[in-house]
Nanobody
Framework: QVQLVESGGGLVQAGGSLRLSCAAS????????MGWYRQAPGKQRDLVAI???????NYADSVKGRFTISRDAARKTMYLQMDSLKPEDTAVYYC???????????WGQGTQVTVSS
């Protein structure tokens, strides 16, 4: 079982920045990949960014050049730096990890990000 604790959400004006954190209860070396997803009201949950255990990253087209995903193995934490935020970035943001050997997936509880215009 993997526990994930997210933090860093909040209310920000358009053009502002926020940094989300996702702290894992296990070593990041036991994780195949980690990612951030978001879900706006009435919409499906979509991938925002993903990082593999090799450090490769991939981003949704809508956030490329504005968001940066990273991880700190020593702190067992993944981050999402969000810059130049837009009102359409408003959503609940979830972190997800996939464990290396079992390929089981675990989700965080979600953190609300609200961008005002």
């Amino acid at each position: 079982q993997v526990q994930l604790v997210e933090s860093g959400g909040g209310l920000v004006q358009a053009g502002g920045s926020l940094r989300l954190s996702c702290a894992a209860s296990v070593s990041l070396f036991s994780i195949n990949n980690m990612g951030w997803y978001r879900q706006a009201p009435g919409k499906q949950r979509d991938l925002v960014a993903i990082i593999t255990n090799g450090g490769s990253t991939n981003y949704a087209d809508s956030v490329k050049g504005r968001f940066t995903i990273s991880r700190d193995a020593a702190r067992k934490t993944m981050y999402l730096q969000m810059d130049s935020l837009k009102p359409e970035d408003t959503a609940v943001y979830y972190c997800k990890v996939v464990v290396e050997y079992t390929r089981s997936a675990y989700w965080g509880q979600g953190t609300q990000v609200t961008v005002s215009s």
